[in-house]
């Protein structure tokens, strides 16, 4: 019984940090300055060099107003191309709070889903003894 309580939780306990370790896999591991070009209104054509040197041009977002030619840095996965900026510290606290939040809700929950079981098979259990025994009474005192 304790062996499938513990499967049950076992997947569930496993989804939040899932979630955040494919949040923050994708996210971005450098820093790169791009040269727009042209001038900008929200997202724009830039191009920048990855880690390796390699030339890469693609759509990047860059402040209101900016012109031809200016430099915006941007965030770049191990990929070279163009990443949302690593989470905050702010942002891990939180994912952690949520994680250890689930895991102890789920945790609750399966003591008290082997709480109830136990005492659903206690109860019938000492339902089956208790007309054992009436039965096993009947023999040895000789009541009817």
Do not use: N, Y
């Given at each position: 019984?304790?062996?499938?309580?513990?499967?049950?939780?076992?997947?569930?306990?496993?989804?939040?940090?899932?979630?955040?370790?494919?949040?923050?896999?994708?996210?971005?591991?450098?820093?790169?300055?791009?040269?727009?070009?042209?001038?900008?209104?929200?997202?724009?054509?830039?191009?920048?060099?990855?880690?390796?040197?390699?030339?890469?041009?693609?759509?990047?977002?860059?402040?209101?107003?900016?012109?031809?030619?200016?430099?915006?840095?941007?965030?770049?996965?191990?990929?070279?191309?163009?990443?949302?900026?690593?989470?905050?510290?702010?942002?891990?606290?939180?994912?952690?709070?949520?994680?250890?939040?689930?895991?102890?809700?789920?945790?609750?929950?399966?003591?008290?889903?082997?709480?109830?079981?136990?005492?659903?098979?206690?109860?019938?259990?000492?339902?089956?003894?208790?007309?054992?025994?009436?039965?096993?009474e009947r023999d040895w005192t000789h009541r009817c």
């Amino acid at each position: 019984m304790v062996a499938v309580c513990a499967l049950m939780t076992v997947p569930p306990a496993l989804l939040p940090g899932t979630v955040a370790h494919e949040r923050l896999s994708g996210t971005a591991t450098r820093q790169a300055t791009a040269v727009l070009e042209q001038d900008v209104s929200q997202e724009v054509h830039a191009r920048w060099t990855t880690a390796d040197g390699t030339p890469r041009s693609g759509d990047v977002l860059a402040p209101g107003g900016a012109r031809t030619g200016a430099r915006v840095t941007m965030w770049l996965d191990s990929a070279g191309r163009p990443a949302p900026p690593p989470s905050t510290g702010a942002a891990l606290r939180w994912m952690a709070s949520v994680t250890v939040g689930v895991l102890v809700i789920i945790g609750g929950l399966r003591v008290l889903l082997h709480g109830a079981v136990r005492l659903a098979l206690d109860r019938g259990r000492l339902s089956a003894w208790q007309a054992e025994w009436e039965r096993v009474e009947r023999d040895w005192t000789h009541r009817c």
